[in-house]
């Protein structure tokens, strides 16, 4: 499955500052993660497809969120282009006694002008968010409103995410399975 990542440089994540305390909740989804998964929806044909994310930190009370995807052949997994792209932050909703509480919210952007943001909440090793806004530019794909669960199960990282889009309602739109690469 190398073939399907063009961008192999990986680096050891746990080098340079250190966590802030505010973030220990989500210690467990820092790394680089890689796999696959499928997506589907209403409106269009189903597919497979290989991503890469990066859960990184640089010492301040965020998390920086970094995802791209290339569509697979089902058959051996050969990439047939880049799909999907997204970048953003998660941020740990500090409570009154200025300590992080177990809710965060997640700025999501994609280059194709639709920027979500989430509110969460962070069970163990569970991660679930919703969309409290999506703003999107005038020629962005109609999505209002989504859904993501994150979770490491048996060391992986295994996630599912809804998507209300294109006067649809809120409808199972990908799944994938990763496996960390580093940090």
């Not at 997640?106 to 969460?120: F, K, Q, S, V």
């Not at 209002?144 to 990282?157: C, E, Q």
Request: with cysteine; glycine share 10%; hydrophobic share 40%.
């Amino acid at each position: 499955m190398p073939e399907a990542y063009p961008y192999e440089e990986t680096h050891d994540l746990r080098v340079g500052p250190d966590l802030h305390p505010a973030l220990l909740g989500l210690l467990p989804f820092v790394g680089v993660w890689r796999g696959r998964g499928a997506g589907e929806y209403p409106t269009i044909e189903s597919f497979e497809y290989a991503q890469e994310i990066r859960i990184s930190h640089d010492g301040r009370p965020f998390l920086s969120y970094e995802s791209r995807s290339w569509l697979v052949s089902p058959e051996d997994g050969t990439p047939i282009r880049p799909a999907a792209r997204e970048v953003g932050w998660w941020r740990p909703i500090m409570g009154e006694n200025g300590r992080a509480t177990d809710e965060f919210e997640a700025l999501m952007c994609t280059p194709t002008g639709i920027m979500e943001l989430h509110i969460g909440k962070i069970t163990n090793v569970r991660i679930e968010m919703a969309t409290d806004a999506v703003v999107r530019t005038s020629t962005a794909k109609e999505v209002t409103a989504g859904k993501r669960i994150y979770g490491i199960v048996d060391r992986d990282l295994l996630y599912a995410q809804d998507m209300a889009a294109v006067g649809q309602p809120l409808t199972s739109h990908l799944a994938a399975r990763l496996t960390r690469v580093a940090g």
